[in-house]
């Protein structure tokens, strides 16, 4: 009796599978049609479902498989080489805020692939998986900003708030990273202090980025960073001696938390820092740093330095 399709006739008895014949084309993987509802059609289709395979995978089809084992043998190959894959990629990435080499997969989602940095500790998407800066604005762009919005002020409140409480006299800033609609240097110069604004999108002007202040703040500013070393080092050689960097942004602890934690879902979120990321640069600068809360970390820059 002739198989009902020919184009991939059943096998003879003692035939090698479809998937070891190197004669044979490769296609996605099928199974025999709505008839197959022997047990291991439907072992089969619960090994595929057992395995939560996301993009990208080296490879992205199967051969045709009649053979359970040999079915759990190649997804379980499959997923040990995306590993290693992964794995040497990962090598191959430095990071992006201590440039070690010493970098390794953390965790990976059906949008993107994440990489730690041992030495500093800084958690990162690789370039492949960031937006372009139309789609990154077109983001931004939803944001609705106000500084006439109390439940913002008090959000803001928790970075204003204790900067404010170390700046003596009327001082001069920078809000870098201001955003569409800038509160925070609202909030900052109602408190008698003047401060200058610059954002990429929204106020690109690279002549304040020329001037030296007394303080420089970056609320929500630095998960977005792509070079995060750079920019970082860009602000504090603006800042006087003696000067404060504020910053604002939530912070990574573990891969277990890291699954479900929101801040990694915004497609703008690229560098994720920890405690002792932020550690890591106060001994580069040789500052001071204050961790209030669980996002605000403020650095002091030593007086005795220009």
């Not at 992964?86 to 430095?94: D, S, V």
């Not at 509160?183 to 690279?206: F, I, K, T």
């Not at 202040?213 to 001696?241: C, G, K, M, Q, S």
């Not at 942004?249 to 405690?275: L, R």
Request: with cysteine; hydrophobic share 40%.
């Amino acid at each position: 009796m002739r198989d009902s399709n020919p184009r991939h006739p059943a096998p003879k008895a003692g035939a090698l599978p479809d998937c070891a014949n190197p004669r044979m084309s490769y296609h996605a993987v099928s199974f025999k049609s709505a008839h197959d509802t022997d047990r291991a059609g439907f072992r089969q289709r619960q090994l595929l479902r057992s395995f939560n395979i996301v993009q990208p995978f080296n490879f992205v089809c199967l051969p045709r498989l009649w053979n359970t084992d040999f079915l759990a043998l190649l997804l379980a190959a499959g997923i040990l080489f995306t590993h290693q894959r992964l794995t040497m990629n990962a090598a191959c990435m430095p990071c992006p805020l201590c440039g070690s080499i010493d970098v390794s997969h953390f965790y990976q989602d059906s949008a993107r692939n994440y990489l730690r940095c041992h030495a500093c500790q800084l958690v990162f998407v690789p370039a492949q998986f960031h937006l372009s800066d139309v789609a990154q604005k077109a983001q931004y762009d939803l944001h609705q900003n106000n500084s006439a919005d109390q439940g913002y002020r008090r959000f803001l409140g928790r970075l204003a708030e204790p900067l404010l409480m170390r700046l003596n006299g009327a001082r001069r800033g920078l809000d870098f990273g201001c955003g569409p609609g800038p509160c925070l240097s609202v909030m900052l110069e109602e408190a008698g202090h003047s401060v200058s604004l610059y954002d990429l999108y929204y106020a690109n002007n690279p002549r304040v980025l020329e001037s030296h202040y007394d303080f420089i703040t970056a609320t929500e500013v630095v998960e977005h960073l792509a070079n995060p070393r750079r920019e970082l080092e860009r602000l504090w050689a603006l800042l006087r001696p003696g000067g404060y960097l504020g910053l604002m942004t939530k912070m990574v602890n573990n891969a277990e938390t890291f699954a479900t934690w929101h801040y990694k879902t915004d497609p703008t979120h690229i560098s994720f820092f920890s405690q002792q990321s932020f550690d890591y640069l106060a001994q580069e600068w040789g500052a001071a740093v204050t961790f209030i809360g669980a996002d605000v970390i403020i650095f002091q820059k030593s007086a005795a330095e220009h």
